[in-house]
Nanobody, 121 residues
Framework: QVQLVESGGGLVQPGGSLKLSCAAS????????AGWYRQAPGKQRELVAS???????NYADSVKGRFTISINNAENTVYLQMDSLKPEDTAVYYC???????????????WGQGTQVTVSS
């Protein structure tokens, strides 16, 4: 069964950068759309960035100008480049992607397992 595998989280100082990856565990026909969510302790999960293939991405106001979401269909991978990180960016980050497993199958939504991002000095 296809899974989304996240990587790239960790501890970084304020002002630093991290790049999160979210890769399909098996080769799929396409990644149609994707989003990155985050959940901080005691808070609800929020959408921080989303993109659909061929369409301009959308960002939460809190990350606009600092985060960049992208889809690499050749690698079946979704990325989130995070720059100028702030302590308030600390959270568990989850990816969600709509995958088409083969040319004949419908789109289906998948979630990653989450990766911890901690911004602290």
């Amino acid at each position: 069964q296809v899974q989304l595998v996240e990587s790239g989280g960790g501890l970084v100082q304020p002002g630093g950068s991290l790049k999160l990856s979210c890769a399909a565990s098996e080769r799929v026909f396409s990644v149609h759309a994707a989003g990155w969510y985050r959940q901080a302790p005691g808070k609800q999960r929020e959408l921080v960035a989303s993109v659909t293939s061929g369409v301009s991405p959308n960002y939460a106001d809190s990350v606009k100008g600092r985060f960049t979401i992208s889809i690499n269909n050749a690698e079946n991978t979704v990325y989130l480049q995070m720059d100028s990180l702030k302590p308030e960016d600390t959270a568990v980050y989850y990816c969600n992607a709509n995958l088409r497993l083969t040319i004949l199958t419908p789109l289906r939504s998948y979630w990653g397992q989450g990766t911890q991002v901690t911004v602290s000095s």
